[in-house]
């Protein structure tokens, strides 16, 4: 195996981790909630109003 590959997915996987940990915070403290689009990806709308989708190699603002 490639283990600069490796390391790089390693590290990605670490980034997606920590995201995804700040969104769910966020979640915890009612600033945001977690919604499920009719595609079935991941969404997170935030109170003031943005709506980010979640998806597999980055998150992209919609609103």
Do not use: P
């Not at 590959?5 to 996987?13: G, V, Y």
């Not at 403290?29 to 190699?57: C, I, K, P």
């Amino acid at each position: 195996m490639n283990t600069i590959a490796a390391d790089l997915r390693d590290e990605l996987s670490e980034a997606r981790r920590r995201v995804e940990a700040h969104c769910q915070s966020l979640v915890d403290t009612g600033m945001a909630q977690w919604r499920v689009n009719d595609d079935g990806d991941t969404e997170l709308h935030l109170d003031s109003g943005e709506v980010y989708l979640l998806g597999e190699f980055g998150v992209t603002r919609l609103k």
